[in-house]
């Protein structure tokens, strides 16, 4: 499955926006799906996933009640909605997914999209 990430942008604290991962080649549907970000200087680190049974969906602490993640099937993608942004989100972010069991740890990703920036000004 090839995977594209857009939807980043610029905004101010407290602004939100919505990031989209949309596949092709295959159902995303049927892969567990993630959203990971990296900020500057920092590692690659979890934000949050969803998975192909039943949509279970699970969160970063740093992130829990600000974003959601959904699948957008008609569109054959995965949403992240982001609300309430702060500085300490600005990153860029990548999506991947994978055909086993969704989990926080990004060396069990298989497929992954380009990353999109995301920058949120204080």
């Known amino acids: 499955v090839q995977l594209q990430a857009s939807g980043g942008g610029f905004v101010q604290a407290g602004g939100s926006l919505r990031l989209s991962c949309t596949a092709s080649?295959?159902?995303?549907?049927?892969?567990?799906s993630a959203w990971f970000r990296q900020g500057p200087g920092k590692e690659r680190e979890f934000v949050a996933s969803?998975?192909?049974?039943?949509?279970?969906?699970s969160y970063a602490d740093s992130v829990k009640g600000r974003f959601t993640i959904s699948r957008d099937n008609a569109n054959n993608a995965v949403v992240l909605q982001m609300n309430d942004l702060k500085p300490e989100d600005t990153a860029v972010y990548y999506c991947?997914?994978?055909?086993?069991?969704?989990?926080?740890?990004?060396?069990?990703?298989?497929?992954w999209g380009q990353g999109t920036q995301v920058t949120v000004s204080s």
């Open positions: 991947a997914a994978e055909a086993r069991p969704a989990s926080p740890y990004a060396h069990q990703y298989a497929h």
């Open positions: 080649g295959r159902t995303l549907s049927t892969y567990h």
């Open positions: 969803i998975s192909r049974s039943f949509a279970a969906t």
